[in-house]
């Protein structure tokens, strides 16, 4: 592991969720102010697969959304530092989400996420999705502190 990789303890300092609702294992490389990779291993116990679906689990295309949101996350709490208190960013846009193959138990998923543009403490990003090499989904998302007036 290179000196920008960070293991859930360390993504839990950042980020406020928890399981079962922390969606990213740890983060590969980041790029402050620009890019982040994460990744999640997929594991036949995910709560989820209980009810999506009996007899043939596939991730909610809105889990790999909000995983996508939480790297984002990471990144733009690395990029602005030590802020006090540290603001909670919200999932308030999803933009052009392409769900291409469905992602199943014992997937690792690499979530690629860049930063489009940031106005107003509001970011936006591009984000891929990857199972084995392939882009299995891809969207725009924005992500705005809880105080933000929107």
């Given at each position: 592991?290179?000196?920008?990789?960070l293991?859930?303890?360390e993504?839990?300092?950042l980020?406020?969720h928890?399981?079962?609702?922390?969606?990213?294992d740890?983060?590969?490389?980041?790029?402050?102010g620009?890019?982040?990779?994460?990744?999640?291993?997929i594991?036949?116990?995910?709560?989820y697969?209980?009810?999506?679906?009996?007899?043939?689990?596939?991730?909610p295309?809105v889990i790999?959304?909000?995983?996508?949101?939480?790297?984002g996350?990471?990144?733009?709490?690395?990029?602005?530092g030590?802020?006090k208190?540290?603001?909670?960013y919200y999932?308030?846009?999803v933009?052009?989400?392409?769900?291409?193959?469905?992602?199943?138990p014992g997937?690792?998923?690499?979530?690629?996420?860049?930063?489009?543009?940031?106005i107003?403490?509001?970011?936006?990003?591009?984000?891929?999705?990857?199972?084995?090499?392939?882009?299995?989904?891809?969207?725009?998302?924005?992500?705005a502190?809880?105080d933000?007036?929107?």
């Amino acid at each position: 592991m290179n000196d920008k990789s960070l293991d859930r303890i360390e993504i839990m300092k950042l980020l406020p969720h928890r399981d079962p609702f922390l969606h990213i294992d740890r983060i590969v490389d980041y790029e402050l102010g620009e890019s982040i990779i994460a990744e999640k291993i997929i594991k036949p116990s995910e709560p989820y697969f209980e009810g999506h679906f009996p007899g043939q689990p596939i991730v909610p295309g809105v889990i790999i959304i909000e995983a996508m949101a939480q790297a984002g996350g990471v990144l733009g709490h690395l990029t602005v530092g030590d802020i006090k208190p540290k603001p909670i960013y919200y999932l308030v846009g999803v933009e052009k989400a392409r769900f291409r193959f469905p992602v199943h138990p014992g997937d690792t998923i690499k979530f690629d996420v860049k930063v489009d543009r940031v106005i107003k403490g509001m970011w936006r990003y591009n984000c891929i999705a990857e199972v084995r090499g392939d882009i299995s989904v891809q969207a725009k998302i924005m992500c705005a502190p809880s105080d933000l007036k929107l």
